[in-house]
């Protein structure tokens, strides 16, 4: 029987799994998400896409840019935007913790997951440094390796 993962009322309804290939995560952030009504409603029926997606820090707040989450069929003609930026929901300490992380060369900060937590969206964010190629290339290489050594056992 498998193992059920522990219950922290975590409903996770998109990963990013781009994000970890294409970048060093160091740091990992939550925060939440300002949305509308029919975003909510899109969101719980589990249609989104992070893949495009980043943060971008101005006016001392954060913003999710790129992320698509499409109109909600059943809603009205007041139905959302599907690539709007959305506001993030941070406390101050952490916004000029990851200002000054930014300002540093070639960080960025990726959204890695989206999920509901106690009925509220949440973003996880990671605070990353872009991989070069070399890198890719080594991490699939580690990757096969690994696979290989757990095929082999499996097979003794």
């Given at each position: 029987m498998a193992k059920k993962p522990p219950?922290?009322?975590?409903k996770t309804i998109a990963k990013n799994k781009k994000a970890r290939?294409?970048?060093h995560i160091e740091d990992v952030f939550e925060a939440g998400l300002v949305l509308q009504g029919s975003e909510v409603k899109s969101l719980r029926g589990g249609r989104i896409?992070?893949?495009?997606?980043?943060?971008?820090?101005?006016?001392?707040?954060?913003f999710l840019v790129g992320v698509h989450i499409p109109p909600y069929k059943q809603a009205n003609i007041n139905n959302h935007e599907a690539t709007r930026?959305?506001?993030?929901?941070l406390h101050r300490r952490e916004?000029?913790?990851l200002a000054?992380?930014?300002?540093?060369?070639g960080y960025t900060l990726v959204p890695m997951s989206l999920y509901f937590r106690d009925g509220?969206?949440?973003?996880e964010l990671g605070l990353g440094k872009g991989k070069k190629f070399h890198d890719k290339r080594e991490d699939s290489k580690?990757?096969?390796?690994?696979?290989?050594?757990?095929?082999?056992?499996?097979?003794?």
């Open positions: 219950d922290d009322g975590r290939r294409e970048f896409n992070l893949g495009e997606g980043y943060v971008r820090l101005e006016g001392g707040e954060a930026s959305r506001k993030l929901l916004l000029n913790r000054g992380k930014i300002s540093q060369q509220k969206a949440k973003l580690k990757k096969d390796a690994q696979r290989e050594m757990e095929r082999a056992t499996r097979n003794r």
